[in-house]
């Protein structure tokens, strides 16, 4: 299963960009999905995530500036980022933790945020 993530892109630091991620199947076995981003260098960083109830946490870098939402009914999993830094360049990754414990992962969108 692959998810289809978009919305990546060149942007200045202050703008916004929203990213999207839908996934296949049924919205029903899908418990939590989230955003990841690896910067050039850099491990792999839990960025957002949003539960089934939809319940979020976020990482501290981008809390305040940054908004993960989940439309069940789409199946799709949203980032709204705002107030980007150059520090927010990355390559983004959506996740998808199932009921059944298997985990399935977007091929990537890259942000890159000039300053």
């Known amino acids: 299963v692959q998810l289809q993530a978009s919305g990546g892109g060149l942007v200045q630091a202050g703008e916004s960009l929203r990213l999207s991620c839908a996934a296949p199947?049924?919205?029903?076995?899908?418990?939590?999905m989230a955003w990841y981003r690896q910067a050039p260098g850099k491990q792999l960083e839990l960025v957002a995530t949003v539960s089934n109830i939809g319940n979020t946490n976020y990482a501290d870098s981008v809390q305040g500036r940054f908004t993960i939402s989940r439309d069940n009914a789409k199946n799709t999993v949203y980032l709204q980022m705002n107030s980007l830094k150059t520090e927010d360049t990355a390559v983004y990754y959506c996740?998808?933790?199932?009921?059944?414990?298997?985990?399935?992962w977007g091929q990537g969108t890259l942000v890159t945020v000039s300053s």
């Open positions: 199947g049924s919205p029903f076995a899908i418990n939590t």
């Open positions: 996740n998808a933790h199932m009921f059944s414990e298997r985990d399935y």
